[in-house]
């Protein structure tokens, strides 16, 4: 199993997002086929994050029992979604490189309340952070539980260009529910050295991670507007 999560440029992934501003939503996405400076290397071995215990408050982020729910952040939707994956929870086979993720959470409402059959769309990049744009790889359609809970496993993506840097690893959802709005938004990683300084990352979608089966796991919370 490999735990080498080097960013390496790929025909698809060698793409630039180039925003209005920090934190706007807005990208226009960009062919470089290799006219533009090399970028700054990416660390080959980055830094293995610390497991932090999720935080008991109100705020939104990692805690799978807040005791105030606010509405997940929104994040952009990038380039590479496809419809209509197919319905499976392992997005995995024994020879997937890379390291595993095994990633679990709820959904829940702005009171708390789980929400169950929600649709969840999962997609996300190989350990060398390119997107199957013809098939399905890493990606999936799964629905939560009566309890509102899900559980995916997977590996941790790898990095790609975001014009002269690197994007931070991250797995992208998009969530439906009946009478909820709908959410399309990514999850990001504790400890990646590209989080900082990324103009689309939010704090509270940031997961801590632990390690587990030899791999790592991560926990997170959806939470949904009514409509």
């Known amino acids: 199993m490999s735990n080498d999560n080097s960013p390496k440029p790929s025909n698809l992934s060698r793409r630039l997002f180039l925003a209005a501003g920090v934190g706007t939503p807005a990208a226009l996405w960009v062919a470089c086929n290799g006219a533009a400076a090399a970028p700054p290397a990416a660390p080959h071995n980055p830094p293995t994050p ?3 215990a999720p935080p008991a ?6 805690a799978l029992a807040t005791k105030t729910c606010l509405a997940t952040e929104d994040n952009i939707e990038g380039p590479f979604f496809t419809a209509n994956a197919p ?8 020879q997937a490189k890379g390291t595993r993720l095994f990633l679990s959470g709820r959904v829940v409402d702005t009171r708390c309340r789980p929400i169950a059959g929600a649709v969840m769309e999962v997609w996300q990049a190989n350990h060398k952070g390119d997107y199957d744009n013809r098939g399905f790889r890493f990606r999936a359609t ?8 899900f559980q995916i496993t997977t590996i941790i993506p ?10 931070p690893a991250h797995i992208h959802v998009k969530l439906h529910a009946k009478g909820y709005a ?3 938004t990514q ?3 504790q400890g990646d050295p590209y989080n900082q300084g990324d103009p689309f990352i939010r704090s509270s979608l940031i997961m801590p991670m632990r390690s587990h089966k030899g791999g790592k796991a991560a926990s997170y919370q959806f939470v949904l507007s009514r409509r």
């Open 50 to 52: 610390v497991p932090v």
């Open 57 to 62: 408050t109100g705020k939104p982020g990692n």
């Open 87 to 94: 319905s499976r929870v392992v997005l995995i086979n024994k």
């Open 142 to 149: 799964l629905n939560t539980t009566r309890k509102g809970e």
């Open 158 to 167: 790898g990095r790609y260009l975001n014009g002269r840097r690197y994007r």
């Open 182 to 184: 709908s959410l399309t």
């Open 187 to 189: 999850l990001y990683f």
